[in-house]
């Protein structure tokens, strides 16, 4: 049998404006999808490719308003999408800027 995957095996920085203790694995899985994708480490992209699935990360990055560029390239890469399907591309004001912040 599996074991359940916690918050409490995350990188402790990625839920730095919330309480660990009120999110929940489930419920709250496009909160923890977006901040692995943001920044979180090698570990814990194993952790929640592991545990969702690529096909509902797919799902959930395909609705993200923002993203790092990196970010972007790498979960269009992993799951064969084009970035331009995704909605932050799309919602990017200029997508040459020379900076991102």
Known sequence: M???????QFTKNLFWDADPADLDIDKHKAYIVDRVLECGRWEDWL???NYYGLETIKEIALNMRGMYPEALSYISLITHTPENQFRCYKLLQSPNRPWYF
């Open 2 to 8: 599996e074991k359940k995957v916690t918050i409490d």
């Open 47 to 49: 952790l929640i490719r």
